[in-house]
T-cell receptor, first 110, second 116 residues
Framework: GESVGLHLPTLSVQEGDNSIINCAYS??????FIWYKQESGKGPQFIID?????DKRQGQRVTVLLNKTVKHLSLQIAATQPGDSAVYFC?????????FGGGTRLMVKP | KAGVTQTPRYLIKTRGQQVTLSCSPI?????VSWYQQTPGQGLQFLFE???????NKGNFPGRFSGRQFSNSRSEMNVSTLELGDSALYLC???????????????FGPGTRLTVL
């Protein structure tokens, strides 16, 4: 969620399994949500987005679910691959100003 | 289309100095936002510039400032550097749709600033 700290929660999955990364947001003014992937030494990379008038959006191997009632986002990655190993951030946008969650580290075991 | 570029990639400064970081947005993008990323505080919004005007500002002291040029390139400046300013500074650009509707922000690789 939007808690921050030195120790990121870690999700460890087997290659080929599906991954689900969760995020809670607190800014009710956010009407646009984005998932970013950040690899070591790089800036955040856009994965998928969803606007507040939707509750589900699918991309290639990724799906984002939005539950506005409980202010919860999730990112589902199908058939997780070693290249998916990274830190994943959710972000809520309220007027072109992003508020980021604390991030989740995804580790994919071969 | 080239992505967001930031220069320099790495900087080492000492306390009390000032620093200027540069960002070139994706061609056609008129909005540039700056973020600070630290292990302790995560990713935090600094400010956003659109059409050479600051449109949004985060909760940072006045030592952090920025500007945007007519070609949409942006610079941020930090004066009187403190040890706690050591961070990865990220720039992001977006189209900023008409009517203020949020649009995807695309990030550059960042500038790693170390203050000694």
């Amino acid at each position: 969620g939007e808690s921050v700290g030195l120790h990121l929660p870690t999700l460890s999955v087997q290659e080929g399994d599906n991954s689900i990364i969760n995020c809670a947001y607190s800014n009710s003014a956010s009407d646009y949500f984005i998932w970013y992937k950040q690899e070591s030494g790089k800036g955040p990379q856009f994965i998928i987005d969803i606007r507040s008038n939707m509750d589900k959006r699918q991309g290639q191997r990724v799906t984002v679910l939005l539950n506005k009632t409980v202010k919860h986002l999730s990112l589902q990655i199908a058939a997780t691959q070693p290249g998916d190993s990274a830190v994943y951030f959710c972000a809520g946008d309220a007027g072109n100003m992003l508020t980021f969650g604390g991030g989740t580290r995804l580790m994919v075991k071969p | 289309k080239a992505g967001v570029t930031q220069t320099p990639r790495y900087l080492i400064k000492t306390r009390g100095q000032q620093v200027t970081l540069s960002c070139s947005p994706i061609s056609g993008h008129r909005s540039v936002s700056w973020y600070q990323q630290t292990p302790g505080q995560g990713l935090q919004f600094l400010f956003e510039y659109f059409s050479e005007t600051q449109r949004n500002k985060g909760n940072f002291p006045g030592r952090f400032s920025g500007r945007q040029f007519s070609n949409s390139r942006s610079e941020m400046n930090v004066s009187t550097l403190e040890l706690g300013d050591s961070a990865l500074y990220l720039c992001a650009s977006s189209l900023r749709l008409a009517g203020g509707q949020a649009d995807t922000q695309y990030f550059g690789p960042g500038t790693r600033l170390t203050v000694l």
